[in-house]
Each structure stands twice: as structure tokens, then as C-alpha cells.
């Protein structure tokens, strides 16, 4: 429930924060990197941008789960929010950096971080 709960958040803040960005640029992805994929319409954005907000949860995920245990024992309680906003600085980068996306709004992107860490802390602390 608690990976759910927390996949389908950020895969949702992940959504908003591209789908607000007014002039994001993912033509390279899809007619670039996913042009030798069959099934895949590279005209289709709304499929670009689900690829790109599950990767960011994938990965998000993933490193939340590796770096679980220098949360709990390396770091103290006032510490894990900006450990948060680290991992999720680091997701949402490295996503946007190895999918050549552009034209993002750094608004958004920030005002995904700062969103997505606090679901992290409080869904911590719900569940």
C-alpha cells in the first residue's frame, strides 16, 4: 500500500510538473530513441510523457529503497526532508538529462521537488 500509495503520487506530480511546463521539448525522445520501437507512435506526446514521469518514479523509487537504511541510521529526524529533496533533485535530473528533454519550467520542476519530498515525509510518517 505504502509503495502504491507513493508510485502513483509521484507518477501523477511527475505528469503535472511536465504537462505545466508550456514549451517542454520531447520530440528527441520520441522520434530519436523510440523511433526503432515498433508499437510505439512517436506523435504521440501523451505516451512520451507517461515514459518520462515513470521513469522518474521508477527511479525515484529505487534509489529511495537503496538509500533507505543511511536514512534511518546515519541520519537524524530534521535531516530526512532534505535527504528527500535530494533524492528527488537527483531523480528528476538525471531523468530529464539522460532523456533529452527540454524546455522545461524550472517552477515546475522545483515546485515538484519540494511536493514530492514532502509526500515522502508525511506519507512516512502516515504509514
Not at 510523457?49 to 522518474?56: D, E, F, K, V
Amino acid at each position: 500500500m505504502k509503495v502504491i500509495f507513493r508510485s502513483l503520487s509521484l507518477f501523477i506530480l511527475a505528469c503535472l510538473a511536465i504537462l505545466g511546463s508550456g514549451q517542454v521539448n520531447i520530440e528527441q525522445l520520441m522520434f530519436g530513441d523510440l523511433r526503432y520501437v515498433n508499437f510505439l507512435n512517436p506523435a504521440n506526446r501523451s505516451l512520451g510523457i507517461g515514459i518520462i514521469a515513470l521513469s522518474i518514479c521508477l527511479l525515484t523509487n529505487f534509489m529511495n529503497f537503496i538509500f533507505r537504511p543511511f536514512i534511518e541510521i546515519y541520519l537524524m529526524y530534521y535531516y530526512k526532508f532534505s535527504f528527500y529533496l535530494l533524492i528527488n533533485l537527483v531523480s528528476i535530473s538525471t531523468v530529464l538529462i539522460l532523456l533529452r528533454v527540454y524546455g522545461y519550467s524550472r517552477f515546475m520542476i522545483l515546485l515538484y521537488i519540494f511536493i514530492s519530498s514532502t509526500v515522502f515525509y508525511l506519507e512516512e510518517k502516515i504509514f
